[in-house]
């Protein structure tokens, strides 16, 4: 009875390490957020450990203590080997159904995983643009100068934070990184010293506002345009109390995007959004206290926003006050992954400063015009972003987690690219018809609104092709991907320069798109 005992144990795997890792091989994530593809439980090429495995390896362990127990009990071993051959068969048929699921998998189902991610991350990245496009609204039906003022102080307050996108993009890639690895203490040092740079960052840009945004507003204006310096002047200054909090909401917001929350950080730009909305009216419309009541209620809104990314930070366990200063290779670390996401941002920031440069260039008017057109279009291609932040969530596993499938990497970047293409076409079109028969919501100049229609075809072109390219980009700024991707790597910012810039080719406004 004993001897039968201990047979009939060999076919249940033993707490092993090294057998454990493949009791249930799978090509899934270990834990994943959401089931992208629902994929067979086992990869075309695997070696199962079958309970024969286990058997023979007990009869190995046992043979120098019992040699002569097993040499009595032939027969019990063959029954037994009989019994583990019929279940050797059932996991090759299961294998074997597995592997036709893989191949059946329909491509409707990963884009509806997609989109329960993207849904909410989508929010996070409109809260932004939506509180620049409220600023826009409510000065808009005040005056004319002080939306056009707009023009150059978004890009000292909004434009310029852009170049910081590094640390968003470096925190959501490493802590989706060691995450994949199961390294909790390398995800929460990843976490501090990232928050280091940020802060230390916004202090920096914080200086910078308030010694030279005048001198860098005066530059970029020019001398034709002295009307709306102290507007944007005044507007600039309020904004960039907020920079220290901007950019270390930025990096527990990211965090909590690497680690596929997407709600938290949805939670919080969501009451910063009523509040910034809320202010606006009261401080403009009722109180009339024009653009600097609009960058109040902004600042406000922006220092609550990250301070309740934080507090959503904390409550998964990790300690966002815990700020840590890097090492010089981890500065090297960083620097290298967010190369090419710095010199994509450059990129954007150039081409975005440059046209409101021409803007301003050609007039009041013009510059409004396109002050109002620059904000509808930040709304409408922002709403990309969700998925280049998928492409950064979940690529990493998929190119080189421990359970790896470039199959499933190649089919997430086709949905992700299908699903790009039809949403840029949905909001090329709402966005067109939004100044095109709603013009006096944002403003009520007869002559704005004229230079307003100059441009909406190419301002429909530059919408559509957008989310596209913002699938494309979240896939080539995944670290340590496979040969050859790192050398596409760098082609990312003339993926993401197709944006529309400003040409004095022909009298007032015109955007083309590269």
Known sequence: MRIKTLIHSSTIPFQNPIFKKHQQPSILLKNPPIHLLQSPKFPSKLNILTPRNYFYGLKANLSSQNQELFDTNNEIEGENDSKIGSILEEEEIEVDMNREGLENQSLWSQIKEIVVFTGPATGLWLCGPLMSLIDTVVIGQGSYIELAALGPATVLCDYMSYVFMFLSIATSNMVATYLARGDKNQVQHQISILLFV?????????????????????????????????????????????????????????????????WGPLKALAVSSVVNGVGD??????????????????????????????????????????????????ILTIIGLAAPVFVTMISKVAFYSLMIYFATSMGTHSVAAHQVMLQIMGMCTVMGEPLSQTAQSFMPELIYGVNRSLEKARRLLKSLVTIGSTMGLLLGTIG???????????????????????????????????????????????????????????????LTCQEPLCDQKVKGLRLICL
């Open 432 to 494: 067109t018809f939004a100044p095109w028969l709603f013009p006096n919501i944002f403003t009520r100049d007869q002559k704005v609104i004229q230079e307003m229609y100059k441009v909406l075809l190419p301002f429909f072109m530059a919408i559509a092709v957008t989310p596209s390219i913002h699938c494309l980009e979240g896939t080539l700024l995944v670290p340590d991907s496979p040969p050859g991707v790192n050398q596409v790597r760098l082609l990312a910012p003339s």
């Open 198 to 262: 940020g802060m230390t960052c916004g202090l920096l840009m914080l200086l910078f506002t308030r010694f030279f945004g005048s001198w860098a507003l005066t530059a970029f204006s020019g001398p034709k345009n002295a009307q709306i310096l102290p507007a944007a002047n005044t507007y600039v200054q309020i904004r960039g109390l907020a920079w220290p909090a901007v950019l270390v909401g930025w990096v527990a917001q990211s965090a909590s995007l690497g680690m596929k929350d997407s």
């Open 281 to 330: 009216v009261v401080l403009c419309s009722f109180l009339g206290y024009g653009i600097a009541g609009a960058a109040w209620a902004t600042m406000v809104s922006q220092v609550i926003a990250g301070y309740m990314m934080i507090e959503a930070l904390n409550k998964k366990g990790y300690n966002a006050f815990a700020i840590s200063v890097p090492t010089l290779d981890e």
